[in-house]
């Protein structure tokens, strides 16, 4: 299948700061990709819709302006957690559609644990 | 989405079949069910999908209904591997391609 990388896999930072995680499909090109966040023992909660060449979409209760997204490219989206805190803590997940898949095969990335001091 | 139901946990015997139940009643006429699964602490992993007919891959099988109100996974030789959560997912066809996760089942294979 095709295949989604995620970096880091893991960060751990300072309240306050920005940290920045990638997620690249490796072997596809993908024109949509999404970001999920999970908290222990949940489920994986949808954040936004990254559409390359476009503004992201996000999910009702999702702060554009502290998840910063950008999908430059068609293998590269990128989600930035501005002015992060312990709160932010958590499993964040990416996934690519697969274009030439019938409308909501995805496939995912590992996830990056990001730990917020 | 279209709302699934799937029972919060099961557990299976290592090498015994894997049934794992969904009941999604109110799914349209052509919105497809997916199944993926997360094993601890990794992404999910994409199983099997179908509309109408049962459908099977070296992963899994997918038997729908007839009335596509239900349906259920099945692993035919379950091992310790397999353990995770499953998920059901319906997409509703107007959302652009989301997948809505529920809580799933989470599926304890023993030996």
């Known amino acids: 299948g095709a295949v989604v990388s995620q970096h880091p896999s893991r960060v751990i930072c300072k309240s306050g700061t920005s940290v920045k995680i990638e997620c690249r499909s490796l072997?596809?090109?993908?024109?949509?990709m999404f970001w999920y966040r999970q908290f222990p023992k949940q489920s994986l909660m949808l954040m936004a819709t990254?559409?390359?060449?476009?503004?992201?979409?996000?999910e009702q209760g999702v702060e554009k302006d502290k998840f910063l997204i950008n999908h430059a490219s068609l293998t590269l989206s990128t989600l930035t957690v501005t002015s992060a805190h312990p709160e932010d803590s958590s499993f964040y997940i990416c996934?690519?559609?697969?274009?030439?898949?019938?409308?909501?095969?995805?496939?995912f990335g590992p996830g990056t644990r990001l730990t917020v001091l | 989405d279209a709302k699934t139901t799937q029972p919060p946990s099961m557990d299976c015997a290592e090498g015994r079949a894997a049934n794992l139940p969904c009941n999604h009643s109110?799914?349209?006429?052509?919105?497809?069910v997916y199944w993926y699964r997360q094993i601890h602490s990794q992404g999910p992993q994409y199983i099997i999908h179908?509309?109408?007919n049962n459908e099977t891959n070296e992963m899994a099988s997918l038997i729908i209904t007839e009335d596509r109100k239900s349906s259920t996974l099945i692993l035919p030789h379950a091992t310790l591997r397999d353990t995770a959560v499953y998920y059901c997912?319906?997409?509703?066809?107007?959302?652009?391609?989301?997948?809505?996760f529920g809580q799933g089942t989470e599926l304890s294979v023993k030996p």
């Open positions: 072997d596809f090109q993908a024109t949509t």
């Open positions: 179908g509309l109408k």
């Open positions: 996934s690519a559609r697969v274009p030439s898949g019938v409308g909501n095969e995805q496939f």
């Open positions: 990254s559409n390359e060449g476009s503004k992201a979409t996000y």
């Open positions: 109110t799914i349209s006429g052509n919105e497809y």
């Open positions: 997912i319906v997409p509703s066809e107007n959302q652009g391609g989301k997948l809505i």
